[in-house]
């Protein structure tokens, strides 16, 4: 894959162009701002950090012409939103009582002996539940690829290929936050990981969530109450081996040990890794190459700063 960069929020402390220099790219960047919907345009700021060299692929925007354009993608794809989402809120039920479980079990106290056999059990469980929606996830998209066949609707096409040819004239790739759902469905909707071929690519925010291996939700304590990490659904894939909890300081409680043991276990053996203002992550060809301010969440239930061998 070559580099792929993953960074920590840019709103207060933009790091983009200092990760940038430092992959040694001078050209010109494609853009995605599609997680931030109907302000995609709004990439002024965005532009001038980079030098003014970033093109945006308006993939939103590009997505409603396509929407608007063929009527009847835009119902079977409006169908396979409220399938996931039935989905996701199925999962939602299921994965309360068995990470409530894992949760107690994780703090209980008590004879080893007897209490880890169930603490791993119980665990594993959460770890399966979570694959199990993957699985359901995934079976629902290769449905609808395979009935629909997307790319090759001409509305679509055509846009496809404005999009190769924009990337032809670049020499990286930005992905910027937002909401994660929306951006994911979007790169997904116009094959951006086949698309951009060995440039760098780098991804903050939803952005770092969107390129991993899964895309997992989380915040300990939203608005509504106390909540639960739960998967959305599989990632891009650029990067492997890593969960990215970006405005982890914001969203997670780091100090309690029992959260922390669990969200770090139940991923195994990906690592969990905490993005804060900041922070930032090179892959070079799928491996650990660079880091700085990147914490990694422990089984022990400890967080520590991620370090590359």
């Not at 007897?114 to 665990?123: F, G, M, V, Y």
Request: with cysteine.
């Amino acid at each position: 894959m070559g580099i792929v960069v993953l960074l920590g929020p840019q709103r207060f402390t933009p790091t983009l162009g200092e990760a940038v220099a430092r992959a040694g790219v001078e050209g010109r960047l494609a853009s995605v701002t599609a997680g931030w919907q109907e302000r995609e345009a709004e990439d002024l700021e965005l532009h001038e950090h980079l030098g003014e060299r970033t093109v945006n692929l308006m993939l939103y925007a590009r997505a409603e012409d396509v929407f608007e354009k063929d009527a009847e993608l835009f119902r079977a794809h409006r169908e396979r939103q409220e399938k996931l989402r039935t989905l996701q809120a199925l999962y939602r039920r299921r994965l309360a009582a068995t990470r409530d479980a894992a949760r107690r079990l994780v703090e209980a106290q008590g004879d080893e002996a007897l209490l880890a056999p169930e603490r791993e059990d119980a665990i594993r469980a959460l770890s399966r539940l979570d694959a199990h929606h993957l699985r359901r996830v995934a079976a629902i998209d290769a449905e609808f690829e395979k009935r629909w066949r997307p790319e090759g609707r001409p509305v679509l096409r055509r846009h496809v290929r404005a999009i190769e040819r924009q990337l032809e004239k670049v020499a990286g790739l930005a992905i910027a936050g937002g909401h994660v759902a929306i951006l994911l469905n979007r790169l997904r909707l116009f094959g951006i990981a086949s698309r951009v071929g060995g440039r760098p690519v780098f991804a903050w925010s939803a952005g770092a969530m969107a390129v991993c291996e899964r895309v997992v939700l989380f915040h300990d304590n939203p608005p509504q109450g106390e909540g639960a990490p739960e998967v959305l659904q599989a990632g891009l894939g650029l990067v492997g081996g890593v969960v990215a909890l970006p405005h982890a300081k914001r969203r997670l409680a780091l100090d309690d040990r029992g959260r922390v043991t669990l969200l770090a276990r139940r991923f195994e053996p990906d690592a969990a890794l905490a993005f804060d203002d900041g922070s930032w992550l090179l892959f070079r060809d799928g491996r650990r190459e660079a880091v700085s301010g990147v914490q990694q969440l422990l089984g022990a239930g400890e967080v520590a700063a991620l370090e590359v061998a």
